[in-house]
Each structure stands twice: as C-alpha cells, then as structure tokens.
C-alpha cells in the first residue's frame, strides 16, 4: 500500500520563484502535487501526473475569501503558503484560466511588496552577522586584543559560523535584482506573459 503524501527535500531557495515554479510543474507531471511548501522538505500528495501550471503570488492574507474566489474564479487553486506574504497556486494546464496578472502596473505593484520582504530577510541576517562579531569583539577585549584571541582561540568552522549569515544574505540578494529587472520591464512595458 502506497503513502497518501511524499517529501521531498528543498534543493531550491525560497527566494526563486521561476525555479519553484517550474520544480513544481515538473513533480505535478509525475505524479506529486504541491500539498505542503517547507524550507527543508516539500509535502506532495501522490495522485494521478496532471499538467499544472504554478504561479507565485503575494497577498497579505491566505484567510482572504474574496481574492481566493476570484482565484477560483479565474481558474486558480490555492496549493501553499511559500513565506511571508507569498503564496503558491496552480492551473490546469489543459483547462482555460485567466492569467493571475494581466495588468503589468497590478503585477509591478504585487512586485514591490517582495521587494520588502526581501529587504527585511536581508536586514534581519546582516543584523545577526553584527551581533555575532560583536559578541566576538567582547569576548576579545579579554584576551589583550583581537589578534591574540583570534590565533589562539578561532578554528575555521568558528569562522564559517560567523559569515553564516552572510552567505545567506546572497540568496534574497540576487533574487531581489532579479525581481527589479522583472519590475523595470513591467513598468516599461517590455515584458511579455508566458502562459
């Protein structure tokens, strides 16, 4: 007897939604429909492969009845929530659904929204990188400076520790370029809607 559900780890940053997306489509062809997002491990319900379309949306409130009907109404199904205020939903792919954002003013709008979350991810990780040298400062004024406790005390896995934060400030940091280029080509009107 088979399992109701499967996970599969998340080898995708939360910050891309074209690669999310397309991760997506491609497990629903196999079988895997979305049931549960996760930062580690994504929850798939096993089903029957169905061509699906998914799409990344942000809305300040999944309890929204009204923005979910006209989803619905427009051929959309909720599937989970990525973060934050982004959420993930899918169309069939054979059956007619109206794009989520056909205007691109609307869609830049929605846009700018991730920018903020991406700004305060971003934020929030720099801040923990300063707690962190300066409790590594403090704990150096005891060791007559910095250069004494750094060559009797730091092993390079302290290190990597430290910068940590840092390295995960790359993801939402070349996510946000991304989102920005997308934004200028709305605003602009050089953008084109693959559906």
Excluded at 121 to 150: E, P, Q, S, W
């Amino acid at each position: 007897m088979a399992f109701k559900f499967t996970y599969r780890p998340t080898l995708l940053s939360p910050y891309d939604f074209e690669k999310i997306e397309r991760w997506m489509e491609s497990q629903s062809e196999k079988g895997l429909h979305l049931s549960k997002f996760g930062q580690s491990f994504t929850r798939f319900k096993r089903g029957e492969p169905e061509k699906r379309t998914y799409k990344i949306d942000y809305f300040d409130e999944v309890s929204n009845e009204e923005r979910l009907i006209f989803y619905a109404d427009s051929g959309w199904h909720y599937a989970s929530k990525l973060q934050g205020g982004t959420h993930i939903l899918y169309a069939m792919k054979d059956e007619d659904f109206i794009p989520l954002h056909t205007d691109p003013i609307e869609e830049s709008i929605q846009l700018k929204k991730i920018i903020g979350i991406l700004n305060r991810r971003t934020l929030l990780l720099f801040l923990v990188f300063l707690v962190m040298v300066f409790l590594l400062i403090a704990i150096a004024r005891d060791y007559n400076g910095l250069a004494t406790f750094l060559v009797r005390n730091v092993r390079f896995n302290d290190v990597l520790f430290i910068l940590y934060p840092l390295l995960l400030m790359i993801s939402p940091l070349s996510h946000k370029s991304k989102v920005l280029k997308k934004i200028r080509e709305l605003e602009t009107g050089s953008c084109c809607y693959w559906y």
